[in-house]
């Protein structure tokens, strides 16, 4: 089974850019899509971005559109999160996950693997 690992976190200024990484050991990574989540301090866990297997699909949630640009490279086994124009609101745990299917807030209860969250906090 595919297991995952992000990493990239960090504390950042409102304005900065991180990129987050997800890397997956074990399995054959490159047929699971991935998706971001977040976790804020109180919060339900929000869909962040998701890409399919292949990487020619990608879907973002509202609230990071037009911000954030999710990629993955299969020959790394590898899945990032570009985050530009952060904001106090982005601070959170964010957490990657795999599945054979597109991970979404509809499912998210039911991927089949998570990574343990790596978190990022933007100060005002």
């Known amino acids: 089974q595919v297991q995952l690992v992000e990493s990239g976190g960090g504390l950042v200024q409102a304005g900065g850019s991180l990129r987050l990484s997800c890397a997956a050991s074990g399995g054959t990574f490159s047929s699971y899509a991935v998706g971001w989540f977040r976790q804020g301090q109180g919060n339900e866990r929000e869909f962040v971005a998701a890409?399919?297997?292949?990487?020619?699909?990608?879907y973002y949630g509202d609230s990071v559109k037009g911000r954030f640009v999710i990629s993955r490279d299969n020959t790394k086994n590898t899945v990032y999160l570009q985050m530009n124009g952060l904001k106090p609101e982005d601070t959170a745990l964010y957490y990657c996950?795999?599945?054979?299917?597109?991970?979404?807030?509809?499912?998210?209860?039911?991927?089949?693997?998570w990574g343990q969250g790596t978190l990022v906090t933007v100060s005002s």
């Open positions: 890409i399919t297997s292949s990487g020619g699909s990608t």
């Open positions: 996950a795999a599945d054979r299917a597109v991970p979404s807030p509809l499912n998210y209860r039911y991927l089949e693997v």
